[in-house]
């Protein structure tokens, strides 16, 4: 199914799926004003933010992953921040600190970026890892310990983080711990031809990327609707053939001899929540085999270590992956 489908069979499965498309529909039609094109890449970041989860966008400077996180977050009506990843980056500055205040002579505590709903950070890798370890906890409790208290994140939390895959110098790889807290990694491409010249002449009739008001970007959930769209996950059902399948691809990935260290549970996990998301924005109250083998890469690519031999062949994760997906049958 194509992410233009826009006649979905609800069926017998209630509001909750329907609005869940509706949010769908709602959001890529205000996202789409500013960005040309990317609809994958765009239906995949609401997949992740749907389920629950964080996303990873990988992709070269200038293909828009920025402008996506920014018009996403306005499409929803959240509140959004966005770090720089530098080398000097310290924990301080994400999580927050205690400054001294001369009027109550006192210590306050000054919150940092991570309060917020989305959280674009910006080239993560070019933070070395005792900064990108200050993500963690954040990311997989929603909350942080900070001056000896633990303090809530917002229910909305989600860290939109981008990387460049061909740059590597003043890079530090994120450890495998990090990497797993991702739900998706999406691969951010260049535009088609039909695209790049609309994107020229958008830019021509004076459209500006830092400007989503001018570009009539509006809000087309609240942040209550889409928590509330959440709730779909708990109406789509899942067959037990189904979950077998996801538990094999998962499972194939540790036995293949072409990796070195395959996914773990989490990333079952992950896969089946990505799958529930992704048939309930596209209106159906059932996960099919095609939105598990759709998902496979985005969800455990990013958790793959190649053995030596593949690496030596020039084979990339999702070559491999590709290879993994192929021989795992397919539930009919």
Do not use: W
Not at 96 to 108: E, R, W
Not at 294 to 303: C, D, E, Q, S
């Amino acid at each position: 199914m194509s992410v233009t489908d826009t006649a979905p069979p609800y069926g017998s499965h209630g509001t909750a799926v329907r609005a869940a498309h509706d949010i769908r529909e709602g959001v890529l039609h205000e996202v789409r004003k500013a960005v040309v094109g990317q609809d994958e890449a765009l239906e995949l970041m609401l997949c992740g933010l749907i389920a629950g989860g964080h996303v990873l966008l990988e992709g070269v400077p200038g293909v828009a992953k920025t402008l996506m996180a920014k018009a996403l977050a306005r499409s929803i009506g959240a509140d959004f921040k966005r770090i720089q990843f530098t080398p000097d980056l310290m924990p301080a500055d994400i999580l927050g600190t205690s400054v001294f205040d001369l009027k109550s002579q006192a210590f306050v505590l000054v919150k940092g970026p991570i309060f917020t709903d989305l959280l674009l950070a910006d080239e993560i890798n070019r933070a070395p890892a005792k900064t990108q370890s200050a993500l963690l906890e954040a990311m997989q409790e929603r909350g942080v310990s900070l001056e000896g208290r633990n303090l809530t994140l917002s229910p909305l939390f989600t860290v939109f983080a981008t990387q460049n895959p061909v740059e590597s110098e003043g890079t530090y790889p994120l450890p495998e711990a990090q990497l797993d807290r991702f739900l998706l990694k999406i691969e951010v491409g260049y535009p088609a031809p039909d695209e790049e010249d609309a994107i020229l002449a958008s830019v021509h009739r004076g459209f500006d990327s830092g400007d989503l008001t001018r570009a009539g970007v509006n809000a087309a959930v609240t942040k209550e609707g889409l928590l509330a769209a959440r709730t779909a996950l708990n109406e789509v059902t899942v067959e037990p053939p189904v979950l077998g399948y996801i538990r094999k691809l998962v499972a194939a990935t540790r036995t293949s001899s072409r990796i070195r260290l395959g996914a773990g549970p989490r990333a079952g996990v992950h896969l089946l929540l990505a799958a529930k998301a992704l048939a309930a924005l596209r209106g159906r109250g059932f996960v099919t085999p095609d939105d598990v083998r759709f998902l496979a890469g985005p969800v455990l690519k990013h958790r793959l270590l190649l053995s030596p031999d593949a690496e030596l062949d020039g084979a990339t994760p999702s070559d491999v992956l590709r290879e993994v997906v192929q021989g795992v049958e397919v539930p009919r």
